[in-house]
């Protein structure tokens, strides 16, 4: 009886927070190497405008395929820089997927990440392996930033998770250091 009151409670609370969910994933971008989700489009127009590519920029214009609207634009961005955080660490790794998902400001950052790991921090962004998911505040973005995190993606899924957290982050730094380069 027991069991099975548990199971029919179960069933309810997945049914109930379905709806829930749904409503919270938001919108999303799919670029070639990830996944940009975002529930308001002006945190999106932040995001867009906070990513300056720099040198970078003539392989924007090399690979705009007509696509230039908010999407096509964050997208091909954000593929730009993923593909140079690669080329700085000279990790490539296989099957390589991300979410990045944009957040309003650095206090709901926050209130994520000690959602996941019972801890009070003051962040901008951060990366959460367990589910490949790059939380960033869309108030305080920028190329670096994203590239940073974008670099613990690239080393946790390259390494499988394995690699000590203080390598981890001198190596994203590294990055950050080097990505206009
Ligand atoms: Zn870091």
């Known amino acids: 009886m027991l069991f099975k009151a548990s199971v029919l409670t179960a069933v309810l609370i997945v049914y109930l927070c379905i709806p829930a969910i749904t409503a919270a994933q938001g919108q999303d971008i799919k670029t070639k190497y990830s996944r940009v989700i975002y529930t308001d489009i002006d945190d999106l127009k932040e995001f867009n405008s906070s990513l300056r590519i720099g040198p970078l920029d003539y392989l ?3 690979r705009a395929k007509g696509d230039d609207t908010l999407s096509g634009r964050v ?3 954000v593929d730009i820089i993923l593909e140079r955080v690669e080329t700085i660490l000279e990790m ?3 099957n390589f997927s991300v979410d ?3 957040i309003h400001n ?3 950052v926050d209130k994520i990440y000690r959602e996941r790991y019972s801890k009070k921090v ?9 589910e490949r998911v790059i939380y960033i505040s869309s108030e305080d973005s920028s190329s670096n930033i994203l590239a940073h995190e974008l670099a613990h993606a690239v080393i946790d899924q390259y390494y499988g998770g394995i690699t000590p957290v203080k390598v981890q982050e001198i190596l994203a730094q590294y990055v950050d250091e080097h990505l206009m380069d």
């Open 106 to 108: 650095s206090k709901e």
């Open 100 to 102: 990045i998902k944009i």
């Open 122 to 130: 003051d962040f901008i962004s951060f990366y959460f392996p367990l």
């Open 60 to 62: 924007l214009k090399h």
């Open 75 to 77: 997208a091909e961005k």
């Open 92 to 94: 490539y790794p296989r």
